[in-house]
């Protein structure tokens, strides 16, 4: 089996070719993104492996397609990039539904502690021979009231380091998970309720049109004056410009944030010899209270290790039984995880 692996980075190339060699697939890796001008580089494939910033929308889906690409593997959790309803009926959409939910959420937790012990501005500090403490007062975590959106895996583990700093937690979720509250430690309560009631607020939800930014001005109106927002899933769930203009106001206290939801033309690269076009994420950037990390809260050996095998195990399976657990499954709006292997109509 030979797949076209786009947007490759070192890190990557490490752990495919280990599961690659293991499992019989073959790796061609392009360091290009897939767009429409890249996608005839996968002529003679037999699918394609992308990332969060490749574009599959609907006419890269159509050539895919006429090259008779009929598998497309992420490797990633997250689909907002692929056009499902366009996909449904011509690419066999394969994904990582859960790599290391605790990557992900001890990243969230070094950002928020990173931000409110100031611990980036000592560690600059002390470079210079400067020990002065003045401007580096935080703040205990311990009874202080955290809301979780969203209590997936990520969420769920996020939520057990805040169980061990002795906070308080809120969460919100679509669809709650009714064992998480049982200890009394978790409490589910409307969005409204936990913007208002929040001292921190962490987001490990998906991007849908619903959650397309939830956290914008009106959103940031109704929180404490202070709130520390932390955002490790996907940039456009917070309206950067509201957030801007919510950092300046002095109504957001800190913000931790590992994805931006322009994000696709920046991370990952290296743009420390080019002048910065976006305004927004420059202004961001400047900010004291601002973190922002590139996208690498995934990036650990344990996640990269366990991304490259189950991708590589979603594509074997399809190849030898035409389904996988791990399939995306499009029909009357509504995406889930496909169990039958009977996505197209």
């Known amino acids: 089996m030979r797949i076209a692996f786009f947007d490759t980075k070192p890190y990557d190339k490490l752990f495919f070719e280990q599961y690659g060699e293991q499992y019989g ?3 061609k890796f392009f360091e290009t993104k897939l767009t429409l001008d890249t996608a005839d580089l996968a002529r003679g494939f037999d699918g394609v492996c992308v990332f969060v910033n490749d574009t599959v929308d609907a006419p890269v889906i159509d050539r895919l ?3 008779g690409i009929t598998t497309l593997a992420l490797r990633c959790a997250g689909f907002n990039n692929v056009d499902m309803k366009h996909a449904f009926g011509r690419l066999h959409v394969l994904r990582v539904p859960a790599y290391s939910p605790y990557a992900v959420a001890e990243h969230a937790i070094a950002l928020l502690l990173t931000s409110v012990r100031r611990i980036h501005k000592a560690y600059i500090r002390s470079k210079d021979f400067n020990f002065s403490l003045t401007g580096l007062t935080g703040f ?5 009231t955290v809301g979780v959106v969203g209590t997936g895996k990520i969420g769920r583990v996020f939520i057990n380091i805040c169980r061990g700093f002795g906070m308080k937690i809120l969460a919100y979720d679509k669809y709650p ?12 309560v409307s969005l409204d309720t936990l913007l208002r009631e929040s001292d921190i607020i962490s987001l490990h939800c998906p991007l849908t049109e619903e959650t397309y930014h939830m956290i914008d001005a009106s959103a940031l109106e109704k929180c404490k004056k202070g709130i520390v927002l932390i955002n490790t899933s996907r940039g456009a769930l917070v309206d950067a410009e509201a957030l801007l203009a919510g950092i300046k106001a002095r109504k957001v206290g800190a913000a931790c944030l590992d994805v931006y939801e322009e994000e696709s033309e920046l991370f990952f690269e290296d743009n420390s ?4 076009e976006d305004d927004t994420l420059a202004r961001l950037i400047s900010m004291p209270n601002v973190i922002v990390t590139s996208h690498q809260a995934f990036l650990t050996e344990d996640a990269l290790s366990s991304i490259a095998e189950t991708t590589v195990r979603n594509l074997v399976d399809f190849a030898r039984l035409g389904q996988s657990p791990n399939e995306l499954c499009y ?6 995880d496909c169990r039958d292997g009977k996505c197209f109509s």
């Open 25 to 27: 697939v073959q790796f």
């Open 65 to 67: 397609q006429s090259l």
């Open 140 to 144: 205990d975590l311990h009874g202080k």
């Open 331 to 336: 029909r009357a709006g509504i995406t889930s």
């Open 177 to 188: 998970a009714p064992d998480l509250a049982q200890d009394g430690t978790v409490r589910y």
């Open 273 to 276: 010899g080019h002048i910065l």
